[in-house]
């Protein structure tokens, strides 16, 4: 009687120890889980019309060729072709960085206290007829912090024979 | 009559009891596991549909760029391009009140270069920041971004700057 009785003692401690394991390795999963919360990256409507927009933005650069204040998405082209000066002395380049650092810090406030916390601006030229996958670098524009987590979207502005694609990304 | 205090019950019948008591605890215990993720699935989704539903309205507000009143008309092509100048002069005509039907908040504000005086009038176009045409109370808006052209006498040429159009309805949460 006394053993059949330590049997089912036995049996009811093996069951207790099998479900606080299922539930320490459930804790343990979900602590995991809640602390780093899956990386998100979302195709984002509102960045392609931002960049979208951006691009017509008349800038203040004139260059002595024709006279005019010249687009920005002319004036990136520039900067990756020629990259002449425009007539206040700054290079094409250096005023796209500008430009385009002007537009954002007035568009997306970013930083700790904020919803989001950075943002990436990258232009890159891609030749079609190679089969680069990486593209040469016209310009990179970053604020702030990127981790995995961002909405995106990207701009295509042709340059024959290639393109320059501009990804933007806003980070949360 | 059965006592029931002296049923004998077998060895194997304990052990089915046993089992199914396992048995019952270890569903509930999946079941609570299935609920919660359950929940966790479909909060995701929501969100998911939620953010879909605010592109789309995003796209709509941007069509208004698009409208014979706002459209900037030039030799380059450009849907998302307002007319400032046409938007200031709509803004004085009271022939146009009441024309926005269900809209509680129609305005183009600039994004950059930002001027000084906030609202635009005759006297202070262009050195401003917007153009309201439509102004109500209690709203849900929403913004798409835009570029706001106009002549600009001083470069001899058009201007376009990055702006947005900022609609607002009623009861749309």
């Avoid at chain 2, 439509?134 to 001083?154: M, P, Q, T």
């Amino acid at each position: 009687m006394i053993n059949r009785e330590k049997r089912g003692q036995e049996e009811i401690v093996g069951f207790v120890l099998i479900v606080v394991l299922v539930v320490i390795v459930f804790v343990i999963f979900l602590g995991i889980r809640l602390r780093n919360p899956e990386p998100s990256q979302k195709q984002s409507e509102i960045l392609y019309q931002f960049l979208e927009s951006a691009m017509e933005q008349t800038t203040d650069c004139v260059l002595s060729e024709n006279g005019r204040n010249i687009v920005l998405d002319d004036l990136i082209k520039e900067c990756y072709s020629v990259d002449n000066r425009c007539d206040s002395g700054m290079t094409s380049c250096e005023s796209v960085e500008k430009t385009m650092k002007n537009i954002l810090n007035n568009t997306w406030r970013v930083g700790a206290d904020y919803s989001y916390k950075g943002y990436e601006i990258k232009a890159n030229y891609f030749d079609n007829s190679s089969s680069q996958t990486q593209g040469e670098e016209v310009f990179l524009i970053s604020e702030g912090n990127c981790s995995n987590s961002f909405d995106g979207n990207s701009y295509w502005i042709p340059e024959f024979p290639g393109s320059i694609i501009i990804d933007a990304k806003l980070c949360a | 009559m059965m006592d029931l205090h002296h049923v004998k019950y077998s060895k194997g019948q304990f052990k089915i009891q046993q089992m199914v008591f396992v048995l019952v605890a270890i569903i509930i215990l999946f079941g609570i596991v299935s609920i919660f993720f359950v929940s966790i699935r479909f909060g995701s989704l929501r969100s998911e549909v939620d953010d879909q539903r605010k592109e789309a309205v995003f796209e709509q507000v941007r069509k208004m760029a698009g409208t014979p009143e706002f459209i900037w008309t030039s030799s380059s092509d450009c849907s998302a391009c307002v007319d400032m100048d046409k938007l200031l002069l709509l803004k004085n005509r009271t022939s146009y009140k009441g024309f926005w039907k269900d809209i509680s908040l129609l305005k183009v504000s600039r994004v950059y270069p930002k001027y000084q005086t906030e609202e635009c009038n005759l006297n202070s176009y262009p050195e401003c920041n917007s153009i309201t045409l439509v102004k109500g109370d209690d709203i849900s808006a929403y913004e798409s971004f835009v570029s706001l052209c106009r002549y600009d006498g001083d470069i001899g040429q058009t201007r376009c700057e990055m702006g947005k159009i900022i609609m607002g309805f009623e009861g749309v949460g």
